[in-house]
């Protein structure tokens, strides 16, 4: 299984393809995160925004490798595990990228609530920040899974059903990823940080769930 992450590593980084989600993260942080506002205002919209990114993160993997190429890998080690070894590299980039962001962030962010008139903690804040990129990482994993090969084979359906999963991901009641963000905005609003330690773990288990769907199909259809 090393063997097969380390081809999927070097894949992605030689393809330059994880270039368009990674500036588009780095614009929408941008734009929604300027020096001095709330960190924990702050953390929520990064962490809300690294969701489509990690699901397209998770379509660049999958489909990264000709179709030879693929029936290769699939041929030699099995289309579960060199499918999951693609979906885990992707899930590892998306959450090197929020780490990353939550770390700018906590650091150019104020350490305040709404208002700027209560103190909160910068550790406690930026390990709620980076429990909601994981949630979010996790949860953007699971719609890239169940909306890319080979659930979705078709890219004229596969990409609008990413978008609009990715936008469900995020509003819907009762999703992990809305609960970790909102938990941080309305810690925010009192001035206190709330670890989203359940959300992370639906997310956790919804992810799961959705990959190992995804390789059990990827079985069937390559043997097909």
């Known amino acids: 299984m090393t063997a097969l992450l380390r081809y999927q590593a070097a894949l992605l980084l030689r393809s330059q393809r994880w270039l368009p989600p990674v500036v588009l993260y780095a614009a929408a942080l941008g734009i929604g995160v300027q020096g001095g506002q709330p960190v ?4 929520g919209w990064a962490a809300a925004v690294l969701l489509p990114v990690a699901a397209w993160l998770v379509r660049i993997c999958v489909t990264g490798e ?3 190429a693929r029936g290769c890998v699939s041929a030699a080690r099995g289309p579960a ?6 979906v885990l590299v992707a899930l590892a980039a998306a959450t090197v990228l929020g780490a990353v962001a939550t770390v700018v962030v906590a650091l150019i ?12 903690p910068l550790l406690p804040a930026g390990g709620a920040g980076l429990l909601a990129a994981l949630v979010c990482a996790l949860l953007g994993t699971a719609v890239g899974a169940l909306t890319a090969w080979p659930v979705l084979r078709s890219p004229g359906r596969a990409v609008p059903a990413l978008l609009l999963a990715a936008l469900l991901a995020l509003v819907a009641s009762g999703s992990p990823a809305r609960a970790a ?4 905005v309305t810690g925010s609003k009192s001035g206190t940080v709330t670890m989203p330690w359940l959300p992370l773990a639906v997310a956790a288990l919804v992810a799961a769930a959705a990959v190992a769907g995804a390789c059990a199909l990827s079985s069937r259809r390559s043997s097909a």
């Open 66 to 68: 000709p179709p030879a």
């Open 181 to 184: 963000v909102s938990g941080l």
């Open 109 to 120: 962010s104020d350490p305040v609530g709404t208002g700027h008139g209560t103190r909160v």
């Open 40 to 43: 924990l205002d702050s953390l």
């Open 81 to 86: 595990r060199a499918h999951l070894s693609a």
